[in-house]
């Protein structure tokens, strides 16, 4: 078995560059940028919802409370999403380099 010598700094690989966007041209914040938007168009037809429903403008019960479910579930998505990327982050940084 052959032991190789420390390798100077210009023969190791390359590392990616990771500000670099991806070849589709979207990156991972603006992904996530993305998604939070979203959450935030459903959260806000929810309240259109419930303030029609309260005011009379013709939107239901049935309506309102299933925009209510909506932007609760994707509320609670988003915040799960939120914790894996912090327990990843934080699993990152205790790694011995």
């Not at 190791?12 to 560059?17: A, C, F, M, R, S």
């Not at 589709?24 to 935030?40: K, M, P, Q, R």
């Not at 168009?41 to 005011?55: C, F, I, L, P, Y």
């Amino acid at each position: 078995m052959k032991i190789e010598g420390i390798k100077t700094p210009s023969e190791l690989p390359e590392l990616p560059d990771l500000k670099r966007k991806p070849a589709d041209g979207v990156s991972f914040g603006d992904t996530l940028n993305s998604a939070i938007n979203e959450v935030v168009e459903v959260k806000k037809e929810a309240e259109a919802a419930v303030k029609g429903m309260a005011t009379g403008d013709g939107t239901d019960l049935h309506t309102a409370m299933l925009a209510m479910q909506k932007a609760d579930v994707s509320f609670q998505m988003m915040m799960q999403v939120r914790n894996k990327l912090i327990s990843a982050y934080e699993e990152v940084m205790r790694m011995q380099v």
